[in-house]
């Protein structure tokens, strides 16, 4: 059973591109997130949705777009793809009612690479 | 802003403890974590310690939290090829969100 699935797992595309990533969680949570690890792995946070609702922002720039459908779902659409993009991303989800409340599950990383 | 600090490399011999370290700056830190990544796989929690402790133990893993100089540490015991992994150390506050480290690449040396 998987608990935060990302679709595709590999993303190669041209500079210029827009494409989207997909993630779901299938644990209840309420709240999900994106984040971006580069190539030496320093990871960081672009977004965070509670209940459907963006509640993080970092600084990210508004080619990013995430969306929620629903609380189970988390996707990132990108437009005109830069070569600084590539990199791998991760969703994760937690539940508000869990303590820590740096508990959280991530998904397996979708790894995108712009050429 | 909030900043989290490790060293980059460990290297140990199988059958060895291991000790990665971490510092931070964020003195409301409220939780402090430790992430495993395996190759091409997420992050897992491994385990996390409340501001108000100085140690927690679980089976091979040893949090250690030295509040005084925001130093924390992991321990692992008899550390085996399977704990080859990079180990993050993470903290929070309330409902701010995690701040990650750059990671601890452990290597495990048959």
């Known amino acids: 059973d998987t608990a935060v699935s990302q679709t595709p797992k590999y993303l190669v595309t041209q500079m210029g591109n827009d494409k989207s990533i997909k993630c779901e969680q299938n644990?209840?949570?309420?709240?999900m997130y994106w984040y971006k690890q580069d190539s030496k792995k320093f990871l960081k946070i672009m977004f965070s949705y509670n209940n459907k609702e963006l509640i993080i922002n970092e600084t990210v720039p508004n080619r990013f777009s995430p969306k929620s459908p629903d609380k189970a779902h988390l996707n990132l659409h990108i437009n005109s793809l830069e070569l600084g993009d590539s990199a791998v991303y991760f969703c994760?989800?937690?539940?508000?009612?869990?303590?820590?409340?740096?508990?959280?599950?991530f998904g397996p990383g979708t790894r995108l690479t712009v050429l | 802003g909030e900043d989290v600090e490790q060293s980059l490399f460990l290297s140990v011999r199988e059958g060895d403890s291991s000790v990665i370290n971490c510092t931070y700056t964020?003195?409301?830190?409220?939780?402090l974590y430790w992430y495993k990544q395996e190759p091409g796989a997420g992050l897992q929690l491994l385990t996390y310690?409340?501001?108000?402790?100085d140690m927690k133990q679980d089976q091979r893993l040893t949090v250690l939290l030295n509040k005084k100089d925001k130093h924390l540490s992991l321990r692992i015991a008899d550390t085996q090829t399977g704990d080859s992994a990079i180990y993050f150390c993470?903290?929070?506050?309330?409902?701010?969100?995690?701040?990650f480290g750059k990671g601890t690449r452990l290597s495990v040396i048959a």
């Open positions: 644990l209840g949570h309420d709240t």
């Open positions: 993470a903290e929070n506050s309330g409902n701010t969100p995690l701040v």
């Open positions: 964020d003195s409301s830190s409220t939780y």
């Open positions: 310690i409340f501001s108000n402790m």
């Open positions: 994760a989800s937690s539940h508000l009612r869990d303590s820590p409340r740096g508990t959280q599950y």
